[in-house]
């Protein structure tokens, strides 16, 4: 069977449990032996790699979603109690770097539920033949790009979800310093798109975007560049702002003839944690996953 297609999956926080619907429905249809290559940011690169697993260990398929609505409901995950003590703490960082910090959003709770309570078995996926891309923020480099994620699994999908400034922590992989890889905004999926018209490329979007609620957005953008300032000082922090209209929705998708999106239609917030919200999005994306599968062929 002839490999046609490439699965990019963004990121979007609690959204992402979207994007696992759509996945769980290319397991159960056993899409893998059609699959080129895969793609994830953030939350989708987490849900990219219980669906890789669940090729050789089918459990991890329904897995790895039930981390969203049974492990990141409660105060352990999203931490808004934190958040007095988390600015006390960044200010003292800024001038003494071994001052621990409180986090608002704690990747290090996901990174113990992935490795412990919801194993992620990584040996299944570094089994399986499909290229696994995990996109993070190079520090150093200042840009984001895509990591091989068989390698160092967890570590990568760890810095693939750290996302500043409310996880204030970059995540150390081979002696670089990364961020969350949709921390600044990249025209990369569009010319992946682009440089393959032989594929057909289902893009899953799992928080829709706009011009309007990009601009409704922008009070909030200002103070996450104040709080990264704090952290990262300025080059990093105004990193965002250099792409700051460089989105990715259906309206720009609709121009790739070979592109198949997949798109959340439900207005729930990106930071819900709320168990019915999620299981009804986790179901969502199931249902909008069939409706790509049928249109794949």
């Known amino acids: 069977m002839e490999r046609d297609v490439i699965v990019i999956s963004e990121g979007g926080a609690m959204l992402g449990?979207?994007?696992?619907?759509v996945v769980t429905a290319f397991h159960e249809a056993n899409l893998y032996p059609r699959i080129h290559s895969i793609y994830g940011t953030s939350a989708?690169?987490?849900?990219?790699?219980?669906?890789?697993?669940?090729?050789?260990n089918p459990?991890?398929?329904?897995?790895?979603?039930?981390i969203y609505y049974e492990d990141l409901i409660g105060r352990n995950f999203i931490k808004p109690q934190n958040f007095f003590r988390y600015l006390v703490d960044i200010t003292i960082h800024r001038f003494r770097k071994s001052h621990p910090i409180h986090h608002l959003?704690?990747?290090?709770?996901l990174e113990q539920v992935e490795s412990s309570q919801k194993r992620l078995d990584v040996a299944a996926i570094k089994e399986q033949p499909i290229p696994f891309n995990v996109a993070v923020y190079d520090m150093q480099e200042r840009q984001a790009r895509y990591s091989d994620g068989t390698a160092g699994t967890l570590r990568a999908l760890k810095a693939s979800a750290s996302s500043p400034p409310f996880y204030a922590s970059p995540v150390r992989l081979a002696g670089r310093d990364y961020l969350d890889g949709g921390?600044?905004?990249?025209?990369?999926?569009?010319?992946?798109?682009?440089d393959n018209p032989d594929k057909k490329v289902?893009?899953?979007?799992?928080?829709?975007?706009?011009?309007?609620?990009?601009?409704?957005?922008?009070?909030?953008?200002?103070?996450?560049?104040?709080?990264?300032?704090?952290?990262?000082g300025f080059r990093i922090a105004c990193q965002p702002l250099r792409a700051f209209f460089c989105f990715i929705n259906a309206s720009r998708l609709s121009k790739y003839p070979n592109a198949i999106v997949v798109q959340n239609e439900l207005p729930h917030s990106h930071s819900?944690?709320?168990?019915?919200?999620?299981?009804?999005?986790?179901?969502?994306?199931?249902?909008?996953g069939k409706r790509a599968l049928e249109k794949l062929g």
């Open 17 to 21: 449990v979207f994007g696992a619907g």
């Open 44 to 56: 989708g690169a987490h849900n990219a790699a219980y669906f890789l697993a669940a090729w050789k």
């Open 59 to 66: 459990p991890q398929a329904r897995l790895g979603a039930s």
């Open 105 to 109: 959003i704690d990747i290090d709770y």
């Open 183 to 194: 921390y600044v905004r990249s025209k990369a999926d569009l010319r992946l798109i682009a």
């Open 202 to 232: 289902v893009y899953i979007i799992n928080n829709r975007k706009t011009i309007l609620n990009t601009l409704q957005a922008l009070p909030f953008e200002i103070l996450q560049m104040f709080l990264l300032a704090i952290l990262f």
């Open 272 to 288: 819900t944690t709320n168990r019915a919200k999620l299981l009804e999005l986790y179901q969502h994306g199931i249902e909008q």
